[in-house]
């Protein structure tokens, strides 16, 4: 069992940066590939990034590639999300998850879910 909770939202001006923490518990949780994914009102909840806990390796969506960086931190048990350039389209509510697959951008294949942080940024 993987447990998640996500915190480091916030309203930022475009242009602004935040980091998004996840902390993550669970006997086997470094087993897991980590996400990260985001739902804007209105629109269906869309892959942002990934990261393989035992290798780090990464992906990106396309959309956000070379402004959003994701990391882990293997003492602290935490996933993080980086977000720089902030632009109001990026407005949603992030979440992490965690799935047993080793290449997926789906959300129907990640297990475990947090309870979201909400991004707003302003023009």
């Known amino acids: 069992q993987v447990q998640l909770v996500e915190s480091g939202g916030g309203l930022v001006q475009a242009g602004g940066s935040l980091r998004l923490s996840c902390a993550a518990s669970?006997?086997?949780?470094?087993?897991?590939?980590m996400g990260w994914f985001r739902q804007a009102p209105g629109k269906e909840r869309e892959f942002v990034a990934r990261i393989t806990w035992s290798t780090g390796i990464t992906y990106y969506a396309d959309s956000v590639k070379g402004r959003f960086t994701i990391s882990r931190d293997s003492v602290k048990n935490t996933v993080y999300l980086q977000i720089d350039s902030l632009k109001p389209e990026d407005t949603a509510v992030y979440y992490c998850a965690a799935s047993g697959r080793s290449y997926s951008t789906a959300v129907s294949d990640y297990n475990y879910w947090g309870q979201g942080t909400q991004v707003t940024v302003s023009s």
């Open positions: 669970g006997r086997t949780f470094r087993g897991y590939v």
